[in-house]
């Protein structure tokens, strides 16, 4: 399945998309653009705590605001990359609320530019037409991954943004060879350093690269300059990104010291391998469940082009190709290594970290099935096995389905985390890996029978599908995660007693009421306390439990939030924050 066989195909097989599926793909588009648009403008607060609201202090203390520092318990670090996006949020809505709303519009953007990429990458590198290559791209932008995920204020968007942008530039630097594009490697690469620690070891692996290509096509002689220039320019932009990091950990994370060796740590304690293992096998369930198959397709893709005779005739697309797969691999072990603990039942099929390569492989195989139709369909079928097969593999390696076991406990599912699944989650509760694996091998036949008698149709209902998901969670599982905060009531007691710095008393409650008020308070400060230590002088009101009453001072009960039981302590004689 080489490329040249697919240009021939195409020539034969394949002209444009119909007029209908233009025109529905599209509309689908435009109508996920308005309802994610309504929903970025009507959502009560950011889903997730505390990746979104660290991600928005980030932003804020970038512009020049005071922020408290997160506690030394706090052991998270939100790096710097994602927060210059939100810092320019910060400074054109000013107020935390505003800057959360108008990181979601940049995030859309972001969808929008990878949508751009894909169309670029499957055009160039598998034969299709302009009309054809947007069709493809749009279509799987729309899955939930991609447009879903754009409703939350993390770094995801851009991360699958830059991991997409990173392979094209790497096909077009070793097939092009042109300087232009050794130099978007020497940025990028760094760049996505620090926006999550998953692609720390993709920088080294960029780097050979910018080595191996020339060498592989016999141009290296010619390429001296470029590839010294390029390193160069790659290994001083990391340190300078990598100073402003550490210099933002040191400013919010105090907590977070020392963990950059944790991962390190984990790979070689011999301990961890076979949670490593069952971590690779359960995000690689998640990528092939919620793609219907078709992460596998395009992977293999990729590796016949480095691993058949194709790889004489293009060694530069060998490479290329190689340098993906690479870079695949070290994004699903880092990803695996934070997975070696389930604590929640979505840590079993955790998909969030290693879904940022599935966009770019969905897109190869659609483009293959439009390009290549009989050879694509057969592979894709028997990646459709997979997904049962990898299911019993989960659980024989987990001894037992834990996922459904903790969801029958009544455990918490964080379906952010595992976005595609939580609408079938939520029908089938307490469902399990089967259950689910079933589903979508159901709803990936209907497909491929679709395509193999009525071809014309499968992009549409492809479509029609990844609608429904993103709509689901869009509507479902954004829109309403958070739908309590207009009811809090402490907030607004503490800003009209004038607060300007309020305390937490961290043994009363859950961490998660801690991040709501430090959202709804903002721009005053919400510092966590530990009674046993006492409550500091500057702290006039802080939020706690009635039972744990603070033993230095006088101190009178205030307001009382209803929902939770929390009141607001006064310092007795005060009437003032």
């Not at 080489?2 to 689908?28: A, C, D, I, K, Y």
């Not at 972001?110 to 037409?129: E, H, Q």
């Not at 029978?449 to 689901?472: E, M, Q, S």
Request: charged content about 15%; aromatic content about 12%.
């Amino acid at each position: 399945m080489g490329r040249q066989r697919m240009v021939e195909e195409t020539q034969t097989n394949t002209s444009e998309p119909t007029l209908f599926t233009t025109r529905f793909v599209w509309v689908s588009a435009i109508l996920t653009f308005v309802v994610a648009a309504f929903v970025a403008l009507r959502i009560y607060g950011p889903s997730v705590r505390p990746d979104e609201l660290g991600f928005l202090v980030n932003g804020q203390l970038l512009i020049g605001r005071n922020e408290t520092p997160f506690s030394d318990e706090f052991r998270s670090f939100y790096p710097i990359g994602f927060s210059f996006v939100t810092a320019l949020a910060a400074l054109i809505g000013r107020t935390l609320s505003r800057e959360f709303r108008i990181a979601l519009f940049f995030n859309f953007a972001f969808v929008a530019l990878t949508a751009r990429i894909l169309s670029l990458f499957v055009r160039k590198y598998f034969a299709l037409s302009r009309n054809y290559s947007r069709v493809v791209a749009i279509s799987v932008s729309l899955m939930p991954l991609v447009a879903a995920n754009a409703l939350f204020a993390w770094s995801e968007s851009l991360n699958i943004l830059g991991f997409t942008a990173i392979i094209y530039c790497a096909f077009n630097y070793c097939t092009d060879n042109t300087r232009i594009y050794a130099i978007a490697l020497a940025l990028i690469a760094p760049f996505l350093a620090i926006t999550h620690g998953r692609f720390t070891l993709v920088l080294p692996f960029t780097l050979l690269l910018l080595v191996i290509a020339p060498l592989a096509t016999k141009s290296f002689r010619s390429s001296v300059k470029t590839i010294i220039g390029s390193v160069l320019l790659m290994v001083f932009t990391y340190l300078v990104l990598a100073k402003a990091n550490l210099w933002l950990r040191n400013e919010l994370y105090q907590g977070a010291a020392g963990k950059e060796g944790r991962m390190k740590d984990r790979v070689l304690d011999t301990a961890n391998w076979g949670n490593i293992v069952r971590a690779l096998n359960g995000q690689n369930w998640y990528l092939l469940t919620t793609s219907f198959g078709l992460v596998f397709v395009g992977a293999f893709i990729l590796f016949k082009l480095f691993a058949t005779s194709q790889r004489r005739v293009r060694p530069d697309l060998a490479v290329a190709s190689l340098f993906t797969l690479g870079a695949i691999g070290i994004i699903e072990l880092t990803s695996a290594t934070n997975m070696v603990k389930i604590i929640r039942p979505d840590h079993v099929v955790y998909g969030r970290y290693s879904g940022v390569v599935a966009p770019l492989l969905i897109a190869i195989a659609v483009s293959a099935l439009i390009t290549s139709p009989r050879q694509t369909l057969a592979l894709w079928w028997k990646s459709i096995v997979l997904i049962p097969a990898l299911a019993l593999s989960l659980i024989i390696l987990s001894r037992g389905d834990v996922m459904h076991r903790m969801l029958k406990e009544g455990e918490f599912f964080a379906r952010p985390n595992a976005i595609g699944l939580d609408w079938a989650i939520k029908a089938t509760k307490p469902t399990s890996l089967f259950v689910l694996s079933s589903i979508f091998v159901m709803l990936a036949i209907v497909m491929c029978l679709i395509h193999r008698f009525a071809t014309k149709l499968f992009i549409p209902f492809f479509v029609a599908v990844a609608l429904f998901f993103t709509g689901y969670t869009t509507t479902q599982t954004v829109r309403n995660y958070r739908d309590y905060l207009p009811e809090l009531v402490l907030d607004n007691e503490a800003l009209n007693r004038g607060a300007k710095m309020v305390g937490f008393d961290s043994g009363a409650y859950g961490g998660q009421s801690f991040y709501d008020y430090r959202y709804l308070l903002h721009p005053a400060q919400v510092r966590r306390i530990n009674l046993v230590y006492g409550v500091p002088d500057d702290i006039n009101c802080f939020v706690g439990a009635k039972e744990r009453p603070p033993f230095d001072g006088n101190w009178a009960v205030g307001p009382v939030e209803p929902s939770t039981g929390l009141i607001l302590w006064l310092r007795d004689g005060l009437d003032s924050c």
